[in-house]
């Protein structure tokens, strides 16, 4: 039973443009969510968290959205440059009942095109 | 050099023999992780650690043991090593889950024929 889930395998974007990648989760006790990128040969890094409390949170060209409702967040990446090709995994956690395990989903591979 | 360290970087290994996967990390983070990473599956939780002397399961425990007697390391033991479980394999470390996030190791790439 995958409690998160990234349906897009992968995504194509031209430079410049807006990334948007998607996850769902099916745990409402999740209340911490995080998204963190991998590139081949390297373990994951961590890119951006959002708590449940927030419906909105941004870093530079990465913002992260929650719809506790809809059980679904989004990751936006404007614009897109061909470094951001990689491997982007979302995650939560019951941040205060499981000890703060992350749960992944399982992965959508972007390619950012010159 | 500080940061997580995970050795070996690739393992081949044969059907029923044991191998173990080294971690460490110099923060003396409390936390450490180990997640197995496979196509289709993303990263799934193996066991994790709150403290040394502490472990507990994750999703896919099966098949393997852990122990942490000093802070800073944390191995994963596979007992005895079956196809399935060729995969790559990321020890990750936090002060404080989640709000930290996990420092990830580099990964071992685990090949069992």
């Known amino acids: 039973d995958q409690q998160v889930k990234q349906n897009s395998p992968s995504l194509s974007v031209q430079e410049g443009r807006i990334s948007i990648l998607n996850c769902d989760y099916t745990?409402?006790?999740?209340?911490?969510f995080l998204w963190y990128k991998k590139y081949p040969a390297e373990g994951p890094t961590f890119l951006i968290s959002i708590s449940s409390i927030k419906d909105k949170n941004e870093d530079g060209r990465f913002t992260v959205f929650l719809n506790k409702s809809a059980k679904h967040l989004s990751l936006h990446i404007v614009p897109s440059q061909p470094g951001d090709s990689a491997v982007y995994f979302c995650a939560a956690s019951e941040a205060y009942n499981q000890g703060g395990k992350l749960i992944f989903g399982q992965g959508t591979e972007l390619s950012v095109k010159p | 050099d500080a940061g997580i360290t995970q050795s070996p970087r690739y393992k081949i290994t044969e059907t029923g023999r044991q191998v173990t996967l080294m971690c460490h990390q110099t923060w003396s983070h409390s936390y450490m992780f180990w997640y197995r990473q496979d196509l289709g599956h993303g990263l799934r939780l193996i066991y994790y650690s709150a403290a040394a002397d502490i472990t507990d399961k994750g999703e896919v425990p099966d098949g393997y043991v852990v122990s942490r007697s000093k802070t800073e390391n944390f191995p994963l033991t596979l007992e005895s090593a079956t196809r399935s479980q060729t995969s790559v394999y990321f020890c990750a470390s936090s002060p404080i889950p989640p709000n930290y996030g996990y420092t990830f190791g580099s990964g071992t790439r685990l090949t069992v024929v």
């Open positions: 745990n409402s006790m999740f209340d911490y």
